[in-house]
Antibody
């Protein structure tokens, strides 16, 4: 059974930093393309970015609102996906989901971790 | 990249069908066959229903079907059941390794 468990969310002040983790199990993590998707309170999901598997080049792509501030990385030896967030803004407040991708879309989703950016 | 446009709400009686539209542009929905649909119950993570426009994962009943024509995709839920009451979101590949989601539709089962 695929399991994706996010952690690291919390309250942070504007301009601050936070690192989210996603522990993956139940599938071959190193072969998977992984994404982060966020959902602000009362809003629809918003794609944040994706990292391909190393065998597929390991390319990382980001949505425009987070490019230059967020960094996605992976540790295939530990089956963990990371999202390093810096220069956080109030509009980054959301539940952040980790997803494993297949068929050109986010396939399996974690339960999410809440990030609140507020002074 | 703008969000895909969905009607805010839709409803149908138990046993009937409801169809939700998802309108984009030729740069996303119309340009690629990578449209997906998700169901989200309150407080839960989205769950995949449809991928590549009309394909269903093994766990999704055939009451759910997807279609695309031009820049608009649609999701039909047939034989509405109480548990189908949820928010539904479409998503599409938008080129340049970017993805976009829809604005969401709240489905009410009467």
């Amino acid at each position: 059974e695929v399991q994706l468990v996010e952690s690291g969310g919390g309250l942070v002040k504007p301009g601050g930093s936070l690192r989210l983790s996603c522990a993956a199990s139940g599938f071959t993590f190193s072969n998977a393309w992984m994404s982060w998707v966020r959902q602000a309170p009362g809003k629809g999901p918003e794609w944040v970015g994706r990292i391909k598997s190393k065998t597929d080049g390991g390319t990382i792509d980001y949505a425009a609102p987070v490019k230059g501030r967020f960094t996605i990385s992976r540790d295939d030896s530990k089956n963990i996906l990371y999202l390093q967030m810096k220069s956080l803004k109030t509009e980054d407040t959301a539940v952040y989901y980790c997803t494993s991708d297949y068929g050109g879309c986010p396939w399996d989703w974690g339960q999410g971790t809440l990030v609140t950016v507020s002074s | 990249q703008s969000a895909l446009t969905q009607p805010p709400s839709a409803s149908g009686s138990r046993g009937q069908s409801v169809t939700i539209s998802c309108t984009g542009t030729s740069s996303d929905v119309g340009g690629y066959n990578y449209v997906s649909w998700y169901q989200q119950h309150p407080g839960k993570a989205p769950k995949l229903l449809i991928y590549e426009v009309s394909k269903r994962p093994s766990w999704v009943p055939d009451r759910f079907s997807g279609f695309k024509s031009g820049n608009t995709a649609s999701l039909t839920v047939s034989g509405l059941q109480a548990e189908d009451e949820a928010d539904y979101y479409c998503s599409s590949y938008a080129g340049s390794n970017i993805y976009v989601f829809g604005t969401g539709t709240k489905v009410t089962v009467l």
